[in-house]
């Protein structure tokens, strides 16, 4: 655990070459952040954006806000405040629209073209929208912060993300989430969990890079702990991994029952895979240790 990205990056390299199996994860939720700061600076957004920004703004002057708890208190409804997003938390961004939403027509009473004139008349109804296009951000955020997620989990949420932003037909966010996996995510890492996860990889994720991952970075971490012959060469080792995968791959060898076995415990456990189950199964293994 360290303090931010730039100190994480300089931890790691200086453990890894004691640790030559160590790998660098950067944090998932914080790539969804800029993700998320990145589409809302675009022509498609930024304008409803910066409109809800001098919404807010208008509420500081406090017979604004004066006037909007009157009319709040008038219509007997929850007096409610307008909330102020802030540049760490973009779903601060999210809630702020919501309550915004949820003012509307509150709100809509006090100010208008002349006192407010950023704010036109398709605000609203875009401002909705961009409502519908945070939410699944701010599901996947909550996603990845769970205690029991894990690299799968963010390949998986990072999938979803890619599916609404197609859905909703802007190829530019796309490119954003792409842009962003690869540069902030260990896709390879990621995807050998994937693997190894019995999941299908789509096409445009390295297959290969996640298999080199497994090779090189399970075979240092072999080596290291004493788990495999103390006589064997790190290559050896690696020759040795490198052959279970394709074996794996293959359903041949020791790994010839592996999917019997992996759907025992899909119908065991109702329909959910515990993948570390299956591995579990194979301790006396090379790729059944370094799964784990």
Sequence with gaps: ????????????????????????????AHTIQLIVRSCLKHDRYASTAQQLTDLIRHFDAKENRMALRRIQEARQLPVLAVLRPNDTRWSSTLLAAERMMRMRKEVETCYDQESLPSVDAAFFPALSALIDFLKP???ATDIVQRDTSTLFTVYETFITLQRHVRDKDPTWAASRIIQRWEKNVNAPATVACAILSFARVPSGLSIQAAQDFI?????????????CDDS???????????????AFHGRTGRFASIEAQKNSFVRSSSGALNSRLVWLLYPDVELGKVAV
């Design 1 to 28: 655990m360290v303090d931010n990205e730039a100190v994480n990056r300089a931890a790691f390299e200086l453990l890894q070459r004691e640790l030559p199996f160590l790998i660098h994860v950067p944090c998932a």
């Design 137 to 139: 951000f701010q599901v």
């Design 215 to 227: 090779v090189h970075v399970g075979a240092a971490y072999l080596h290291y702990y004493h788990l």
């Design 232 to 246: 064997a060469k790190l290559e050896d080792v690696q020759d040795a991994l490198l052959a279970q995968i394709a």
